[in-house]
T-cell receptor
Framework: DAGVIQSPRHEVTEMGQEVTLRCKPISGHDYLFWYRQTMMRGLELLIY????????DSGMPEDRFSAKMPNASFSTLKIQPSEPRDSAVYFC?????????????FGEGSRLTVL | DQQVKQNSPSLSVQEGRISILNCDYT??????FLWYKKYPAEGPTFLIS?????DKNEDGRFTVFLNKSAKHLSLHIVPSQPGDSAVYFC?????????FGKGTRLSVIA
């Protein structure tokens, strides 16, 4: 079975550019999460969806960040405009079972470098 | 404020010995705790979990201990193997998305 698929794996961009990260969750999973990993803050939750509906976006750093889930098999995280402090590894994860807690299945991550 | 704390950024252990990774939490409402393992350039993968109604859960070489009164959990790996070298994340929840610690990098030396 395919796991969570993220693209791109690596993205290098210049400050001010728009960045779009993509995620395909595991089929049948009804929860999707976006986490960001940095040395300073570890793994922090940005936003999560249940049945394609955003439930909590309080972790999104600022208005430059936005996320969508147009259908059960696709989600995007967009940063516009990007800044050097956005450099991090962004993980998408999904799970099922009717609760937001539980074993999460992570993608391999998208490493973003903003110059 | 960090609700889940892993105070040791790194740990080195000799092959065959026991590795003990520690985690503290501040939110007494958490009722479910997990450990994830992460290799470089990969996503975290689930390792073991424990519910707050238990104080120990064992899976092969991995055992998680929970001390609710101290708000502390630990992961024991015995015997440690070179393939265990990775970053280990502690996570906690109460029917909410997992809150992760910053991770501890374990190096098992052959």
């Amino acid at each position: 079975d395919a796991g969570v698929i993220q693209s791109p794996r690596h993205e290098v961009t210049e400050m001010g550019q728009e960045v779009t990260l993509r995620c395909k969750p595991i089929s049948g999973h009804d929860y999707l999460f976006w986490y960001r990993q940095t040395m300073m803050r570890g793994l922090e939750l940005l936003i999560y969806f249940n049945n394609n509906v955003p439930i909590d976006d309080s972790g999104m750093p600022e208005d430059r960040f936005s996320a969508k889930m147009p259908n059960a098999s696709f989600s995007t995280l967009k940063i516009q405009p990007s800044e050097p402090r956005d450099s991090a590894v962004y993980f998408c994860a999904s799970t099922s079972g009717g609760r937001a807690a539980g074993e999460l299945f992570f993608g391999e991550g998208s490493r973003l470098t903003v110059l | 404020d960090q609700q889940v704390k892993q105070n040791s950024p790194s740990l080195s252990v000799q092959e065959g010995r026991i590795s003990i990774l520690n985690c503290d939490y501040t939110n007494s409402m958490f009722d479910y705790f997990l450990w994830y393992k992460k290799y470089p350039a990969e996503g975290p993968t689930f390792l073991i979990s424990i519910s707050s109604i238990k104080d120990k859960n064992e899976d092969g070489r991995f055992t998680v201990f929970l001390n609710k009164s101290a708000k502390h959990l630990s992961l024991h790996i015995v015997p440690s193997q070179p393939g265990d070298s990775a970053v280990y994340f502690c996570a906690a929840s109460r029917n909410t998305p997992l809150v992760f610690g910053k991770g501890t990098r374990l190096s098992v030396i052959a």
